[in-house]
C-alpha cells in the first residue's frame, strides 16, 4: 500500500531485544524509523554485548553506536525519539505498547520459531523472522534467518526453512560452537566474553559442574551471571575464527535479516 507518511515518520515496534532483533533494530534506526522495543523482565541472551535487551538489567545499552535505554512508561517512548535512543520497555506481550503506539510497522523479532500471539491484524504491515509463520496469514511478510543462500530475503507467501536444530556453520564448526549446560542450576561464568579459550576450558559452572568448550576460539557470547538454567539449555557460543572484535559488532547474519526488514518496510510502503 501507498503511505502519505515519511518514512521518517513511520513507527516500527519490534517484538524481542535480542541479538537478531537488534540488528534489525540497529539497522532501522540508522534508516531514521520511529522505532520502540518490547522485552521479557528477564532476557536470555548469549550474544549480550549486540543486545539490546541489556538495558533491561543495565538502564541503557549501546551497539555500534546505537543507544537503547529502558523506560518505565509510554510516556517517555516520545522523548526517547527526540533524544536519538530507542526505547525499551518491558511487554513480555507487546500488548500494551502495540495499543498505545498503533504502530505502521509491527516486527515479531523473538525467533522463538513459532508465532507467540502475534496477528496479522496488528499494524498496517506485520513481518514474522523465521520459521513459525506464514506470509499471507498470520503476518504479511516473513523474513527468512537459516543461514545460506536466502538468508534475509523477503518471503510475500508461504514460510521460512524450518527449524533444523543444527546452528549455522562458522569456521567449520556448528553445534561444537555452542556451550549447553549438561544439569539445572545457577550459572556462573569463569571467563568473559571476548576472552580467547582453547578446547577443554571451563568457561562457566552451574552449581559445581563445569561448562566445557568444545573447540578454541573466542567467546563471542555468555549469559549473564546468576541466571537460573535448565539442563540443555544454550548459554554460550565460541567463535572458532579468534577474532575479539566480532564479539562486540552486529554479525553478517543479524544484518542481512536488518537489511531484509528494510526491504520489506519499503517494498510495502512504497509499492
Known amino acids: 500500500m501507498k503511505s502519505n507518511k515519511k518514512m521518517s515518520e513511520i513507527i516500527v515496534l519490534i517484538r524481542g531485544a535480542g541479538e537478531m532483533a537488534s540488528g534489525v533494530a540497529h539497522r532501522l534506526h540508522q534508516s531514521h524509523f520511529k522505532l520502540c522495543m518490547t522485552e521479557v523482565s528477564y532476557p536470555l541472551a548469549v550474544r549480550r554485548e549486540v543486545s539490546f535487551c541489556e538495558a533491561v538489567y543495565e538502564g541503557e545499552k549501546e551497539v555500534e553506536g546505537v543507544r537503547a535505554k529502558l523506560v518505565p512508561g509510554h510516556k517517555e517512548i516520545e522523548s526517547g525519539w527526540k533524544e536519538g535512543y530507542i526505547p525499551i520497555l ?60 536466502s538468508l ?84 554460550g557460543d565460541i567463535d572458532p575464527r579468534g577474532k575479539r572484535e566480532h564479539c562486540f559488532t552486529i554479525s553478517e547474519k543479524a544484518r542481512a535479516i536488518g537489511g531484509g526488514v528494510l526491504e520489506a518496510i519499503l517494498y510495502w510502503f512504497n509499492k
Not at 100 to 113: E, G, Q, R, S, T
Not at 136 to 143: L, P, R, S, T
Not at 161 to 185: A, F, N, Q, S
Open 152 to 235: 534475509g530475503k523477503m518471503i510475500l507467501n508461504g514460510t521460512a526453512e524450518p527449524d533444523t536444530g543444527i546452528p549455522g556453520e562458522v569456521g567449520g564448526y556448528t553445534v561444537e560452537r555452542l556451550l549447553r549446560t549438561m544439569k539445572k542450576g545457577i550459572f556462573r561464568p569463569q571467563k568473559t566474553i571476548g576472552e580467547k579459550v582453547t578446547r577443554g576450558s571451563v568457561v562457566a559452572v552451574v552449581d559445581d559442574y563445569p561448562v566445557i568448550s568444545q573447540i578454541s576460539g573466542v567467546i563471542r557470547g555468555l549469559l549473564r551471571e546468576g541466571i537460573e538454567v535448565k539442563k540443555g539449555m544454550k548459554v
Open 90 to 149: 518491558i511487554d513480555p506481550e507487546s500488548k500494551r505498547t502495540r495499543d498505545f503506539l498503533k504502530p505502521d510497522v509491527l516486527i515479531d523479532a523473538i525467533m522463538a520459531k513459532k508465532n507467540l500471539g502475534t496477528r496479522i491484524d496488528d499494524a498496517t504491515l506485520v513481518i514474522g523472522l523465521g520459521p513459525g509463520f506464514t506470509a499471507g496469514n498470520d503476518v504479511h511478510i516473513v523474513i527468512e534467518t537459516n543461514r545460506g543462500h
